[in-house]
């Protein structure tokens, strides 16, 4: 794995931890996620992050890989460009259901040689 390649998985994993700390003394719950406008926005831009990251590693390695690279990538561009079309519902989806996957994945990439 190149250096850069590294580099973007690093940027992956700091914008998971990130948003993680979001958490630290409250719960996960949507309707406290839902009514909290900069946490919203945090997220968003944590999600940005790491799909452009991921943007960027493909364009090292097409066949990086990444589970649902390119649905990933395919959330960032939704956010910057049909911002709104972005969905509460769908946002809280990703960060409960495919977030911790994907940190799981980047940690066991970071580590292999």
């Known amino acids: ?3 850069r ?3 973007c998985l690093y940027d ?3 914008a998971i931890e990130e948003t993680d700390t979001f958490f630290i003394g409250r719960q996960k719950r949507f309707d406290e996620y839902a009514k909290d406008m900069m946490l919203k926005r945090a997220i968003e831009r944590n999600l940005e992050i790491i799909g452009e990251a991921i943007n ?10 990444i589970e649902n ?5 395919g959330l960032r561009n939704q956010i910057i460009h049909g911002y709104d079309s972005v969905s509460d519902e769908n946002i809280w989806g990703i960060v409960i259901n495919h977030i911790p996957r994907l940190k799981e994945e980047v940690d066991r990439l970071i580590v292999e040689p």
């Not at 960027?56 to 890989?65: G, M, S, T, W």
């Not at 690279?69 to 990538?73: D, E, F, G, K, M």
């Open 1 to 3: 794995m190149n250096e």
């Open 5 to 7: 390649v590294l580099k």
């Open 12 to 14: 992956i994993k700091l």
């Open 56 to 65: 960027r590693i493909l364009k090292e390695d097409a066949l990086f890989p």
């Open 69 to 73: 690279a390119r649905r990933i990538v």
